[in-house]
């Protein structure tokens, strides 16, 4: 599947993913969700995560459909952990305040046990560095592009491919 990031003329990104069958499902996205959609690729890309965010859409989902009323009921328990994960990360990021593996693992345990889930395994300092340093590469990747341009990566592998200008 291809996941294309777009920096739109209008100021607004848009997420679009063509399936490897063809269909696609796209939409215009709050300037936050570019970093969060990358941070997904890096997360589900370093765990092997193929029933996280992207692994849903790759199934048909719409990316749509995770906004619905019930989505959370019917999303499998990978694509919970992978949001809990996701957002301990944004807010990595927001506060520049970094945690280790041990912290980073509390706190996913307790994000979890919010939501009546069982705590994953301990994440390690490794598989924190290899995450952040993915989502830097694609963060840098995304921030470098202008207005119209388009930051393309192959999912499950997560490959990039290429920043094309829009025609």
Sequence with gaps: MRVQLKKVRDGKPSLACVR????????????????????????????GFDEAFFGLIASGWGIDAFA?????????????????????????????QPMS?????????????????????????????????LRGTLSARWHALGPGETLELIFPCLLYTSDAADE
């Design 20 to 47: 490897a069958h063809g269909s696609r499902t796209w939409s215009t996205v709050h300037p936050f969700f570019p970093l969060h959609d990358l941070t997904h690729c890096a997360v589900e890309r370093v765990f």
């Design 68 to 96: 619905e009323p019930g989505a959370n009921a019917r999303m499998p328990v990978q694509a919970m952990v992978t949001e809990c994960m996701v957002g301990l990360l944004d807010l990595e990021r927001g506060t520049s």
């Design 101 to 133: 593996g041990a912290e980073f693992t509390a706190a996913l345990a307790a994000s979890l046990a919010g939501q009546g889930l069982q705590a994953f395994r301990p994440v390690g300092d490794g598989e924190l560095a290899e995450v952040r340093a």
